[in-house]
């Protein structure tokens, strides 16, 4: 990897040292040799001249052609340089980059990470010092192991373009590794992360395995060793075990479609007890059909109770975590499925043997019980007799409580006749109580009146006291001014108009002078 970076810096700064010497030394080389081969006339002239045969590209390096006359008079002023548009430019950079970037490997941290509904993904990579636009389409980005993420560290292999309208350029990536783990490591992790996050590893989402199934099923290559040992050990230990293979490719490209394809097959048939979705051992990338989405995913589907056994002991796959069973081997998982006959014998003749003993004990215990049941046991008639003076006594003890319960209620009623009070004693009684009552309230009422006309008369004599008229009866008037009354001489002015109230009537006066006391 370092020697192909190496390669690949070499061959980058190569190709920018080119474009720099093609942009600017070709031009100036062209000018110096016009200049040594032309007279010395106006330094404007010659330079507008010079300047009218730069190409409108970098051109590749050549022997200068001899120039023409240089221009007299009128025509040296119309000469110009000639001026690049922003979209000629950009055309110029597109076709040098791409060109000399057809096809790179970079190494960066990813960014900025957008996975866009389209299925195209656009992010960018960076290192410690800069970084550049990426983007990697559907048709690419969909053949990753893995799913790329902000922060990962990758290596991706792509070719550099320029988008005129904006000028900026971009790598558009053809494929990715990350850096440290590798492709399908990652991919099983983030597989193996969400699924767990979904729930599908939970135990009690699990299903139990029947436990002398009839029927098994078997989801694996027809011509493998897996298969063969399967049968093997089935045959070994339960001959009476249907077996039904599901012939599907358990490596290469399409073969998770069919061990999904064989799942559902099984299901929708319904006459299985038990499915074994496994193979025999290999490498990762041999293994990794049973580490694909879509076949966990109809593991957890299945209604018949699936058992994962792939690779051997070591192997780990995302089939063995969503997997109602995970068996170390596919032998071990037909040993899981089919107990050995003799085994079923021995526990069927122990069992016998016990049913016997505890039949034995049990019809021991209701022997004794129903002994001791006899001996509890009494003369029928005895317990009707028993029954009798039982009622009897009963009867009689009612009666008497009845008779108490009658005198008594007797004696609260005469009790309750004597305290009894005549209706009409008690509506003279009453009748009474309201001629008194309204007597006084009679003298009340004169009282109340009588006070309140005494204090009447002192308010009114307060009031007639206090009146202004009692004070203009003795000779004083009371002064106004616009209708107000006047208590203070600070509100009248010399020429002001007043008029004065006394006792049989009012006249009107002009304030000739004001005149205020001094206060002491």
């Keep these: ?15 920018l040292t080119e474009l720099i010497f093609s942009f600017l030394f070709d031009p100036i080389f062209d000018l110096l040799l016009a200049m040594a081969d032309k007279p010395t ?3 404007s002239g010659r330079w507008s001249h010079l300047l009218k ?36 430019i950009n055309k110029l950079v597109k076709k040098q980059l791409e060109g000399n970037f057809n096809s ?30 990426a983007v990697m389409f559907k048709g690419f980005n969909s053949r990753l192991k893995f799913r790329p993420e902000s922060g990962m560290e990758v290596i991706v292999k792509g070719r550099i373009t320029v988008y005129e309208p904006r000028g900026s350029y971009q790598i558009f990536c053809e494929s990715m590794e990350p850096v440290g783990a590798g492709a399908l490591q990652k991919a099983f992790e983030q597989l193996k992360a969400k699924l767990q996050a979904e729930g599908l590893f939970e135990v009690s989402r699990k299903k139990a395995l029947p436990t002398h199934p009839q029927r098994i099923g078997v989801v694996t290559s027809p011509t493998g060793a897996a298969i063969q040992d399967i049968l093997n050990v089935l045959k070994r230990r339960s ?19 069919e061990v999904v394809s064989g799942i559902e097959l099984a299901n929708r048939w319904g006459q299985l007890d038990v499915l074994i979705v496994g193979r025999g051992g290999g490498s990762i990338e041999d293994l990794w059909s049973f580490n694909e989405e879509i076949v966990a995913r109809a593991i957890v589907a299945s209604h018949i109770p699936v058992i994962s056994a792939v690779g051997h002991e070591v192997d780990f796959t995302i089939s063995d975590f969503v997997a109602d069973l995970r068996a170390p081997t596919p032998s071990a998982a037909a ?13 069927l003749k122990f069992f016998t043997k016990s049913l016997r003993i505890g039949v034995y004990q049990l019809l021991e215990n209701y022997r004794k019980q129903t002994q001791f049941l006899s001996r509890q046991l009494i003369d029928p008639r005895k317990y009707l007799q028993d029954c009798l003076l039982r009622c009897d006594d ?13 005198q008594h209620k007797r004696m609260q009623i005469r009790l309750n006749q004597s305290r009894l009070i005549s209706p009409e004693q008690i509506l003279r009684e009453l009748k009474k109580q309201a001629a008194n009552l309204s007597k006084l309230l009679a003298l009340a009422v004169q009282s109340q009146i009588k006070s309140s006309r005494h204090h009447w008369q002192q308010a009114t004599g307060l009031l007639d006291s206090l009146s202004p008229l009692r004070v203009v009866d003795r000779g004083y008037g009371i002064v106004r001014k616009d209708q107000q009354l006047v208590a203070d001489v600070s509100q009248l002015k010399q020429g002001d108009s007043v008029e004065v109230e006394l006792r049989d009537g009012f006249f009107v006066s002009e304030i000739i ?4 006391k001094d206060k002491k």
């Design 1 to 15: 990897m370092a020697t192909h970076l190496e390669k690949l810096g070499f061959r980058i700064l190569q190709a």
């Design 41 to 43: 006339t106006s330094s």
């Design 53 to 88: 045969e730069i190409p409108n590209h970098a051109p590749a390096a050549k022997s200068p052609a001899p120039l023409p006359p240089e221009p007299l008079g009128e025509e040296m002023s119309d000469l110009e340089p000639e001026v690049y548009s922003v979209s000629q």
């Design 104 to 133: 790179i490997w970079i190494q960066g941290e990813i960014s900025n990470f957008k996975a866009h509904t389209s299925g195209h993904h656009y992010f960018s990579l960076k290192d410690d010092k800069a970084q550049i636009s």
């Design 239 to 257: 001959r009476r075990a249907q077996v039904f293979v599901i012939p599907a490719r358990v490596q290469g490209a399409g073969s998770a479609q």
């Design 335 to 347: 040993e899981v499925v089919a107990q050995s006959e003799e085994q079923l014998l021995e526990k």
């Design 394 to 406: 009963w009867t009689q003890r009612l009666l008497q409580t009845m008779g108490r319960q009658i």
């Design 513 to 516: 002078n004001v005149k205020r």
